[in-house]
């Protein structure tokens, strides 16, 4: 005699008591919470606010109209700052960018390597290492500025572009994050199963590691990039020829013309405008690629 089994269904208690258990991980959001993130947006976005507004103002405006009322000489603000000296801001705006993309990649292509090798290699010194590593993250960079200045003075390459991207390729704080990342999403099964098949070491971090840390290598970037955009104190220290400015110690030189010639000001608060469009470009197109768990699944468990 044979028996034939049925797979089992739940029945409906069980199936209320799922979605009652499942409800219980669906927090609703406190009105406290919220109150404090609208506020910390209002405190962050109103700056952006009252410079998209200052902008469309001409120098008498400026200062004799209310201050969050718009005008309509944005335009003519921005050709007016394009003309300047033969178009120099947008000199200065392509020097930030070679700056902030240039400095950026490197940067993290060198904090992808390092915190790869902090987090899948075993040496002597290992925990020194990182403990220096840690000390240089608490290190303010405006500290490091004028050692820097005599280091690269001392080499000839003061005034150039150079002095203010070699200084700005080691990231401290990038390395630890790309270790920290390394550490988690690069599974150490697969570089050993790498090494079996004969893959050299910079294949396995070149071709599977660097992939597989891809979306903490554009935090990294990201945060990177801004940090050399916003830079001022390094390149003002560093550059005395005022066609290798970036935007940020370009505009301050501006700001300076302002007490002798108000019509200054409004350029500069249109040049301070178009330098934070390329942030917003660039944090809208990378936001894409945050994405968890890129390398899940990759190791059978």
């Not at 507004?53 to 209310?66: C, G, P, Q, R, Y």
């Not at 290699?121 to 590593?133: A, D, N, Q, W």
């Not at 690269?152 to 270790?179: F, H, K």
Request: proline residues 6%; contains cysteine; aromatic residues 12%.
């Amino acid at each position: 005699m044979t028996t034939t089994l049925t797979p089992t269904r739940p029945d409906r208690a069980q199936r209320k008591a799922e979605r009652a258990s499942a409800r219980t991980f669906r927090q609703k959001a406190s009105p406290v919470s919220t109150g404090i993130l609208i506020i910390g947006a209002i405190y962050c976005l109103f700056p952006v606010f009252w410079v998209l507004m200052a902008s469309s103002k001409d120098s008498s405006e400026l200062f004799s109209t209310f201050t969050l009322m718009p005008s309509t000489h944005l335009w003519d603000n921005i050709v007016q700052l394009s003309q300047y000296r033969d178009g120099l801001f947008w000199r200065w705006v392509l020097n930030t960018a070679i700056y902030a993309g240039v400095g950026a990649l490197a940067s993290t292509w060198i904090s992808a390597i390092s915190g790869y090798v902090l987090a899948k290699f075993e040496f002597p010194g290992k925990k020194v290492v990182f403990s220096i590593l840690l000390m240089g993250v608490l290190v303010p960079g405006v500290i490091l500025a004028i050692p820097q200045y005599f280091l690269l003075a001392e080499v000839g390459l003061t005034n150039t572009m150079w002095s203010v991207l070699l200084p700005q390729i080691i990231s401290p704080y990038g390395i630890y994050l790309a270790r920290i990342y390394a550490a988690a999403s690069v599974p150490t099964e697969v570089i050993e199963a790498s090494r079996t098949e004969g893959a050299g070491e910079l294949y396995i971090f070149n071709r599977i590691a660097l992939p597989m840390m891809g979306p903490g290598l554009v935090t990294i970037f990201l945060f990177q990039f801004v940090a050399v955009w916003n830079n001022f104190m390094l390149p003002y220290i560093m550059l005395g020829d005022d066609k290798l400015f970036p935007v940020t110690v370009g505009l301050s030189g501006l700001l300076n013309q302002g007490a002798s010639a108000p019509s200054m000001y409004t350029l500069v608060i249109t040049g301070a405008l178009l330098s934070i469009i390329p942030l917003i470009i660039l944090f809208l197109v990378l936001q894409r690629y945050w994405k968890v768990d890129l390398a899940a699944g990759a190791v059978k468990a």
